[in-house]
């Protein structure tokens, strides 16, 4: 009812009330549900804030995803998904299970929020919110008691995953600032780890290589996107060697970093 007054959630807002109307005439604010779907299933790929970049979150295209699928099956068969118990510890908005079904599929991640805006995909799925390097794995029992039992039953597993690539100090912002992620791999895995784990890619691995020992697991799979440098960089000499003795190399791939949203290419 004032020309330059916005009133929103009970709250006054000075704005340039013709500039306004402009906007609102341009911009519609009215869509279908299939626009709603649409607009949620990009939602992971608009959504580009600061915080998200500074801790390494990028989403998984979908052209790898199909091909990171194609490569599990032709070790696993194409029935994996039926076999094997999935858990993608670090789902994020599930780019990398959101096109496919499985029998028995567990989705994990940091943001509650994240699983908010993926809540119509993998409906099939245990969706919950899971701190992967801090939590203690007795949350479980709570949170996916199906996924503790497939541990302690020894079931086919199948971690499959793109963790998040912080490390400290390593990073720039967009005027050359370094160390946007200082403390970022400042986790409990870290702490209780026998050597020093530079980045957060080396402490999921690490942890995966935990669960698989302590719970005596005879078939777990590991499907992950990383960088390169956990294999070969010297800094990783001990995890490598003691990784390498629980799980053996079988495929890959290498293709360019930019090819995720947001990065560059070296």
Known sequence: RKKNILVANDKQVAINGDQFELFMQMHSTEYSPKEKRIMTAISDRLIEDTNRRNKGEFYTPTLFVDYAHGMIEKELGSHWKDNYVVWDCCCGTKNLTRDYRFKELYCSTLEQAELDISRNYNKEAT????????????????????????????????????????????????????????????????????????????????????????????????????????????????????????????????????????????
């Open 127 to 266: 969706s919950f919110q899971f701190d992967f390097l801090n939590d203690s794995l007795d949350d479980l029992k709570v949170k996916a008691p199906g996924l503790l039992e497939a541990f302690e039953l020894n079931k086919p597993i199948v971690f499959f995953l793109n963790p998040p690539y912080g490390s400290p100090g390593k990073s720039r912002d967009n005027i050359g600032r370094r160390g946007i992620n200082a403390g970022c791999t400042n986790t409990v895995v870290n702490a209780t780890a026998p050597y020093g784990l530079r980045d957060l890619i080396a402490q999921f691995l690490y942890r995966i290589h935990y669960i698989t020992k302590h719970y005596g697991l005879t078939n777990c799979v590991l499907a992950a996107f990383t960088k390169p440098t956990w294999l070969c960089g010297q800094s990783y000499k001990n995890f490598r060697s003691d990784f390498l003795n629980t799980f053996t190399f079988s495929r890959g791939i290498l293709f360019i970093a930019s090819s995720f949203a947001g990065v560059g290419s070296d």
